[in-house]
């Protein structure tokens, strides 16, 4: 079965870094997400993109979150100048075209830790 | 504000039991609940439930959405320890982004032999 694949799965990073968190997402979906979670917190939606654009953001997605598709396959996030707090799970998920009979698959996570 | 809420927090049973895991959710414009599992990373599609699809099962597993409730019951019976997981809630509604979903805090689940 096809499945959203994140890299690295465990990315540690000093305050103040950029880093970048990738995905491939399901080859015939079209909408991509990214979610975090924090240690022990709820999953929270950070951003969706659909046709090459940011469809909507939450407010956690400040101006210090990017998001980018930079080829037919990848799908990427970008935090410029990382804080402590930035600290947590970062999820990419996809969902096919037709959303009201096709939920969202999450890839495994790459585990963000700013030290 | 949209909220979704889960209970119980933490469950334990042996295996064999059957367990009911609730969700409940207060959401503009409803459109779908889903259900996922999370064990150690991904959490993992179970079900969508819908206006046009409120019952669905698989196997062991059954979902029913009631929507005068605003809830949703996840049913799992002759449960196994591969059942051991945490369950998570979710909630998407219209007129946001596709996808936008609130999730609950999830039900831990474990089955002891």
């Known amino acids: 079965e096809p499945e959203v694949t994140q890299t690295p799965s465990h990315q540690v990073t000093q305050m103040g870094q950029e880093v970048i968190l990738r995905c491939v997402p399901i080859?015939?979906?079209?909408?991509f997400y990214w979610y975090r979670q924090i240690l022990g917190q709820k999953v929270e939606f950070l951003v969706s993109?659909?046709?090459?654009?940011?469809?909507?953001k939450s407010e956690i997605f400040d101006d210090q979150f990017s998001v980018e598709r930079p080829d037919g396959s990848n799908f990427t996030l970008k935090i410029r100048s990382t804080k402590l707090e930035d600290s947590a799970m970062y999820f990419c998920?996809?969902?096919?075209?037709?959303?009201?009979?096709?939920?969202?698959?999450f890839g495994n996570g790459t585990r963000l830790t700013v030290t | 504000e949209d909220k979704v809420v889960q209970s119980p927090l933490s469950l334990v049973v042996h295996e064999g039991d059957t367990v009911t895991l609730n969700c409940s959710y207060e959401?503009?414009?409803?459109?779908?609940l889903l259900w996922y599992k999370q064990e150690k990373k991904a959490p993992t599609f179970l079900f969508m439930l819908t206006s046009s699809g409120i019952e669905k099962k698989s196997g062991r597993l059954s979902s029913i959405l009631d929507k005068k409730e605003l809830s949703s019951i996840l049913n799992i019976t002759a449960t196994q320890t591969g059942d051991s997981a945490i369950y998570l809630c979710a909630v998407e509604a219209y007129g946001g982004s596709q996808g936008n979903l609130i999730f609950g805090k999830g039900t831990k689940l474990s089955v002891k032999p």
């Open positions: 998920a996809s969902s096919h075209l037709d959303r009201d009979n096709s939920p969202l698959h």
């Open positions: 959401v503009t414009n409803f459109r779908s």
């Open positions: 080859s015939n979906h079209l909408y």
């Open positions: 993109f659909y046709n090459n654009e940011i469809s909507e």
